[in-house]
């Protein structure tokens, strides 16, 4: 069963960057597309962006620009960099192992994490 922990949240200013790190374990890392995904206070949890197995990038719009996904296979890890802030960008954000049909197609398909909470506020 694919497990995932993702950590690097916090509350952080209009402007500020985090830098979000989801560690896996239980599936071959190297050959899964990753994705994150946030859930605001009151909404359903959206996709924010994935990162295919050759390291090719496709993100929401709202964070084109600001959000760069990336992964070291070595580590089992997938980062999310996240500059520019905005308060619309607070959440919980968790990482979960996708099925990639297509750039616009992908299922995720581990058990979800705790996720790791990001509050952008002044």
């Known amino acids: 069963q694919v497990q995932l922990v993702e950590s690097g949240g916090g509350l952080v200013q209009p402007g500020g960057s985090l830098r979000l790190s989801c560690v896996v374990s239980?599936?071959?890392?190297?050959?899964?597309?990753m994705g994150w995904y946030r859930q605001a206070p009151g909404k359903q949890r959206e996709y924010v962006a994935h990162i295919t197995t050759t390291s090719r990038a496709i993100y929401v719009d709202s964070v084109k620009g600001r959000f760069t996904i990336s992964r070291d296979d070595a580590k089992a890890t997938v980062y999310l960099q996240m500059n520019s802030l905005k308060p619309e960008d607070t959440g919980v954000y968790y990482c979960?192992?996708?099925?990639?049909?297509?750039?616009?197609?992908?299922?995720?398909?581990?058990?979800w994490g705790q996720g790791t909470q990001v509050t952008v506020s002044s």
């Open positions: 979960n192992a996708l099925n990639d049909y297509s750039d616009y197609d992908v299922r995720p398909y581990g058990l």
């Open positions: 239980g599936t071959i890392f190297s050959a899964s597309a």
